[in-house]
């Protein structure tokens, strides 16, 4: 006969499946990242574990050291002091091990820092302005009949108006829709103070100043809403300019955009 506790995981096990859903939100109490829908999100967050992993090992020891140091060699035990000043192996050993840890570390790092700057030849660019205190997004790729590209404000939705289901402080009048598995250029910029378009499902953060151009890489790997807000202190509503990505498969997202260019 099945053990209860086994049938209890099982049950357990299939209610998650059917219940999971992506955390592209923050969430109350939440200590993690949120789930991330970027290559360059999922290489943040490995290199965060990794980074843990000699965070607590490093931790650990120094913690020891320590305690062992302070039962061993106090007046109690102790008590003609040690003249020992130097020695040589011991610091040479704390020396090279830091250096070491310091390089392997260094090889991932790198390697994400470079993977972060790197524009592969998009197909979509999308201008983003900061305003105080909205967002204006437009897609220069399309035109219409009269030459006009798509471009549109995102102000956030007071909170009298908010619908069931609508995150307060977080949802706008206008998202940025984009395609799904398609390389994307955002190019950020601001009208008039320091912003920072910050979406961290996305994995991007990138400041938008007055008079000069910044650009961010998206490639999303799966449908969904991303939320993200201001990460730059702009004035007195400053937490009053959330971000909404919407990301859709590639023929909704040509049915959004023929409906754009069509108004």
């Known amino acids: 006969m099945i053990n209860t506790s086994i049938l209890f995981i ?4 299939i209610i998650f499946l059917f219940n999971f859903s992506f955390s592209d939100i923050s969430e109350n109490w939440q200590l993690s990242f949120q789930d991330p829908a970027t290559p ?8 965060h574990h990794d980074l843990m992993f000699f965070i607590c090992a490093i931790s650990i020891f120094v913690s020891w050291m320590l305690l062992r140091t302070i039962w061993y060699f106090n007046e109690t035990n102790n008590f003609i002091a040690s ?7 011991i610091e040479i050993i704390w020396t090279t091990t830091p250096s070491l840890i310091l390089l392997i570390i260094a090889i991932p790092s790198f390697s994400l820092l470079y993977a972060m700057d790197e524009i592969i030849s998009p197909s979509i660019t999308i201008k983003t302005l900061g305003h105080q205190w909205y ?7 399309y035109l ?31 998202r940025m829709v984009i395609p799904v598995n398609t390389h994307i250029r955002i190019i ?18 990138c400041d938008a100043i007055p008079g000069r151009l910044n650009q961010a890489s998206l490639f999303v790997k799966r449908e969904g809403l991303y939320y993200g807000q201001c990460s ?9 300019m959330p971000i909404v990505v919407e990301v859709v498969k590639l023929p909704n997202y040509i049915f959004w955009v023929s409906n754009k260019l069509g108004e």
Request: charged share 20%; proline share 2%.
């Open 10 to 13: 099982i049950y357990t096990f």
């Open 40 to 47: 360059i999100m999922e290489g943040i967050i490995n290199l």
């Open 83 to 89: 003249n020992l000043t130097h020695g040589t192996f």
């Open 135 to 141: 967002w204006s997004y437009e897609y220069s790729d």
């Open 144 to 174: 219409n009949t009269e030459n006009e590209t798509i471009n549109f404000d995102s102000y956030m939705i007071p909170e009298e108006d908010l619908e069931l289901g609508h995150l307060r402080l977080l949802e706008v009048d206008n």
């Open 188 to 205: 950020i910029s601001a009208a008039d103070v320091l912003h920072s378009w910050a979406v961290p499902s996305l994995g991007v953060k």
């Open 232 to 240: 730059e202190i702009c004035g007195i509503n400053h937490g009053f």
